[in-house]
């Protein structure tokens, strides 16, 4: 119960209607009060209070004041006796309450388990749950202790049924995948999380799982395309610096998870948050912990955590690609800007320029540039008017684009192949079709060595390439 309460909260809330009043008769001063403040209690939070200390002394003394008896009277109900069970009975009955039986409880936890926890497994947040549940049946809640005893069996019969089910649906091949990986290592090798991270140190017992997967380098045979051997420890954290090694890294996190072949639709009906629950307690576990565990805990709680990680990791990726390209033009811009403005000098007057230049060629159109122009407007000028109109406008855009496709061609290429077999472009929007459709060119070309593409194929450019 809150402690602060405003004016219009304690007349709204603690004031007492006539029919309620009427409950009153027949009891002393002390009883009057502390029946008062049951009842109001009770109407609120639909059970009553461990204790007189729950009440705030802000309620006390309205609620006396109401009575017009003196707040001191308060500290004389007998909170252990005879007398407020009675009071308690009278109350139930008058809001049509009863107490929570063993049935009441039994029905309580299978609610618990097939409608609640598959939203919620957080403790607090089914315990809200359970008290809305019972209010709604006009039960009286039991005590804190058998609450969470409650709580706790729907959670054991929730997570039991789940894992099983969970485990039916996993294929042999699966299962096998994943005893293998969580299988303890005979040497030292195996790496757990307060290890340093070594890319160079290779796995060579037999039973160990090597994570790596080596690419067909179809854009530049001097660029090294291995997707790099991960450990547990980097399975379960996020990709680094913006580059082409962390492309690399989060694909071959996506290559490992894509082993398990989980069915589309094994976690289909869970909500996230539920699954982020158990993908927490995998990240903080070492893979021996894992294998600890019974099976239907261990592959469930393993599935979860690819589920999740396999779909954070396409974020990821998503995320890397765009941060790329926008670094491949902010730094192009950066460059090409660099260059302009060591030399670039602004000529003012173009109007009046072109006015002298204009007049001088009409004058003598047979002549030179040499005698005709430059004694009006002198070559220097002339310069800088060209560096001018290089460093804006298309021509400041097609400096900016060269240096763009070089910095592709010559580094970022190699995430190409990363990119489309690993993700999945799909778009509903016609506006937007122009670029599926080039993405689908692309990766049917992928591995190709051809210079060209074959004659006769159609190559979108309107909707793709700006004009």
């Known amino acids: 119960m809150k402690k602060t309460w405003q004016p219009e909260e304690l007349v709204e809330y603690w004031t007492l209607l006539p029919e309620e009043l009427a409950l009153l008769n027949q009891k002393n001063d002390e009883n009057r009060l502390g029946f008062a403040i049951l009842l109001k209690f009770f109407e609120i939070y639909a059970r009553f209070p461990e204790n007189n200390q729950e009440i705030s002394k802000i309620v006390v003394d309205y609620v006396a004041k109401l009575l017009d008896i003196s707040p001191q009277k308060y500290s004389y109900y007998d909170w252990q006796g005879r007398s407020i069970k009675y009071h308690r009975a009278q109350i139930r009955e008058f809001f049509g309450f009863q107490e929570t039986k063993v049935s009441d409880a039994f029905e309580l936890t299978n609610w618990l388990a097939e409608q609640a926890l598959i939203y919620e497994l957080k403790f607090e947040q089914l315990k809200l749950a359970a008290l809305a549940r019972l209010r709604n049946l006009k ?49 030292d090798q195996e790496l757990d999380d307060t290890t340093p991270i070594n890319h160079d140190k290779q796995l060579n017992n037999p039973g160990d799982i090597q994570l790596s997967q080596q690419l067909d380098n179809t854009n530049n045979s001097e ?79 393993f599935t979860a955590f690819c589920w999740l990680r396999s779909q954070e990791v396409i974020d990821n990726l998503v995320e890397l690609l765009i941060q790329i390209v926008h670094r491949i033009s902010a730094n192009a811009e950066k460059r090409v800007d660099k260059e302009l403005i060591q030399d670039f000098k602004r000529v003012h007057g173009k109007n009046n320029l072109l006015y002298q230049m204009a007049e001088a060629s009409l004058k003598t159109p047979d002549g030179t540039i040499k005698d005709v122009i430059f ?61 599926i459709q080039a993405i689908a060119l692309l990766k049917k070309y992928a591995d190709s060595k051809q210079r060209y593409y074959d004659a006769g194929v159609d190559i979108p450019i309107d909707g793709v390439l700006r004009s």
């Open 375 to 435: 004694p009006v407007v002198s070559e220097v000028t002339l310069k800088n008017l060209v560096k001018e109109y290089k460093s804006t406008g298309n021509a400041y855009r097609e400096k900016v684009y060269t240096v763009m496709r070089s910095s592709y061609g010559g580094y970022y290429r190699r995430i190409l192949p990363l990119i489309l077999n690993k993700l999945e472009f799909r778009s509903n929007n016609e506006v937007h079709r122009p670029v």
């Open 223 to 301: 660029i090294n395309t291995d997707i790099p051997i991960l450990t547990w420890a980097e399975l379960k954290t996020d990709p680094g610096r913006i580059g082409v090694e962390s492309f690399q890294k989060e694909v071959a996190k996506l290559e490992i998870f894509e082993q398990l072949e989980l069915p589309a639709d094994l976690f289909k009906k869970i909500p996230t948050k539920v699954l982020q629950v158990y993908k927490s307690r995998v990240i903080v576990e070492h893979p021996r912990d894992l294998r600890r565990h019974p099976e239907h805990i261990r592959y469930t709680l």
């Open 139 to 187: 039960l009286e809640p039991p005590t804190d202790s058998r609450l969470e005893r409650i709580i706790r069996s729907a959670i054991r019969n929730f997570e039991s049924k789940f894992f099983r089910d969970i485990t039916s649906q996993l294929s042999n091949q699966s299962k096998k995948w994943i005893d293998d990986f969580l299988k303890e290592k005979a040497s």
